[in-house]
């Protein structure tokens, strides 16, 4: 069966620091890959999605980053955080033709 | 501009009564939809889903149901229990898309 691991599962971070959230898939090969944030109250917004290694599609101009370096693995990153990072990170996973889209257990970010 | 709208934020209903949730859709190309729900602080799950060849679908107290002449489709949960107490999402998608399109959730209370 298939898994999704993120990490970590909170993280406070000051303003202006570096960030890089985690996000690996087991049980399943060439996956689509996807990052969403919601913000507190909010529903949940694209950021990236990645159809293969190495292929990257931004929806929203930001202050983030998304880099996938092997077929599972989906990394999140930005180099000086803001306090409007703040929020609930998922990433979700799925598996084409199927439409489904399986989600981590989120990472909770807080920027001081 | 949001393709996928949720005209109610919140629901309450009675332990052992039906709960209805609606969704609209403004996108012709969808083809294909889905029902997420969410605890806090929890990656969503994927509850049922819907072609657009068929107008309802039914698995155990949750059925989906779709109009695509009125671009509306509904879920309905029968019958509510207090472990259903959760914000629900309904997303959308078209052939071909890599994306879903979600609407802004509705938070549903069971009293018991």
């Known amino acids: 069966s298939q898994t999704i691991h993120q990490w970590p599962a909170t993280l406070v971070q000051p303003v202006g620091s570096p960030l890089s959230l985690e996000c690996t898939v087991e049980?399943?090969?060439?996956?689509?890959l996807y990052w969403y944030r919601q913000a507190a109250g909010r529903g949940l917004q694209l950021l990236f999605y990645?159809?293969?290694?190495?292929?990257i599609s931004s929806e929203v101009p930001q202050n983030l980053s998304a880099s996938r370096p092997q077929d599972r693995q989906f990394i999140l990153s930005s180099k000086k955080l803001l306090l409007s990072d703040s929020g609930f990170y998922l990433c979700?996973?799925?598996?084409?033709?199927?439409?489904?889209?399986?989600f981590g257990p989120g990472t909770r970010l807080t920027v001081t | 501009d949001q393709q996928v709208k949720q005209n109610s934020p919140s629901l309450s209903v009675q332990e052992g009564r039906i709960s209805i949730l609606n969704c609209d859709y403004t996108n012709s190309m969808f083809d294909y939809f889905l029902w997420y729900k969410k605890y806090p602080a929890e990656g969503p799950t994927f509850l049922i889903s819907?072609?657009?060849?068929?107008d309802k679908n039914e698995d155990g107290r949750f059925t989906v149901f779709l109009n695509k002449s009125a671009k509306h489709l509904s879920l309905h949960i029968v019958p509510s229990q207090p472990g259903d107490s959760a914000v629900y999402f309904c997303a959308a998608s078209g052939s071909n898309d890599y994306k879903l399109s979600f609407g802004a959730g509705t938070t549903v209370t069971v009293r018991a």
């Open positions: 979700a996973w799925r598996s084409p033709p199927l439409y489904e889209q399986y």
């Open positions: 990645s159809v293969g290694i190495g292929q």
């Open positions: 049980g399943t090969s060439n996956p689509n």
């Open positions: 819907i072609s657009s060849i068929k």
